[in-house]
């Protein structure tokens, strides 16, 4: 059964780039029938797609994050990542990373990784 | 992007109870081609990641109890509990999975 595992520092000052990984157990990233996502959750709010990626690198954001957000992947580490620049406190979120078929749906999670930004 | 509204925000049910909550999508997520709603609930657990419970609209994820049923079609979706269990606590979220960005509806926390 896959395991996503997020990763990464949980505090993050203002204007920097926050970056998360996520390590993939117990299956190939490098599977043609999977996106590789990554979602947030602000404090006591509701879901936020951030975007995906495909095993060969092909990418789909969030319009509202594009700008900012850079996601790619390493199918040599079974890892896949993400990059979000000048960040600001509306970024603190529990970011999870999920693994789901064609359809978009999202099936399998990591337990989430919490990020602050503060000074 | 496709609006998702979901209601009511908050629900108190008696144990053995019906549970009802509702989402509309701000367009069709009728694929026709295939005619299938790509319209997904999941519920979240305190301190969980969210985990599917229906997709298509109606169809149970395996290992889903039959106390959960998915119905509607177009821009008009209701998950129903029919019979609340301690269990059953949680906030339930729809899902569109019919077009990026993927959006969900705000959440309906279910209390008993």
């Known amino acids: 059964q896959v395991q996503l595992q997020e990763s990464g520092p949980g505090l993050v000052k203002p204007s920097q780039t926050l970056s998360l990984t996520c390590t993939v157990s117990?299956?190939?990233?490098?599977?043609?029938?999977?996106?590789w996502n990554w979602i947030r959750q602000p404090p006591g709010k509701g879901l936020e797609w951030i975007g995906h990626?495909?095993?060969?690198?092909?990418?789909s954001y969030n319009p509202s994050l594009r700008s900012r957000l850079t996601i790619s992947v390493d199918t040599s580490k079974n890892q896949f990542f993400l990059k979000l620049r000048s960040v600001t406190a509306a970024d603190t979120a529990l970011y999870y990373c999920?693994?789901?078929?064609?359809?978009?749906?999202?099936?399998?999670w990591g337990q989430g990784t919490q990020v602050i930004v503060s000074s | 992007d496709i609006v998702m509204t979901q209601s009511p925000d908050s629900l108190a049910v008696s144990l053995g109870e019906r549970a009802t909550i509702n989402c509309k999508t701000s367009?069709?997520?009728?694929?026709?081609?295939?005619?299938?709603?790509?319209l997904a609930w999941y519920q979240q657990k305190p301190g969980q990641p969210p985990k599917v419970l229906i997709f298509w609209a109606s169809t149970r994820e395996s290992g889903v109890p039959d106390r959960f049923t998915g119905s509607g079609s177009g821009t008009d979706f209701t998950l129903t509990i029919s019979s609340l269990q301690p269990e059953d606590v949680a906030v339930y979220f729809c899902q569109q999975h019919y077009s990026t960005p993927l959006t969900f509806g705000g959440g309906t926390k279910v209390e008993i």
């Open positions: 367009q069709s997520v009728l694929h026709s081609s295939h005619n299938k709603n790509y």
């Open positions: 999920a693994r789901g078929p064609l359809n978009r749906l999202l099936l399998s």
């Open positions: 990626i495909f095993y060969s690198g092909t990418t």
């Open positions: 117990g299956g190939p990233i490098g599977s043609d029938n999977y996106y």
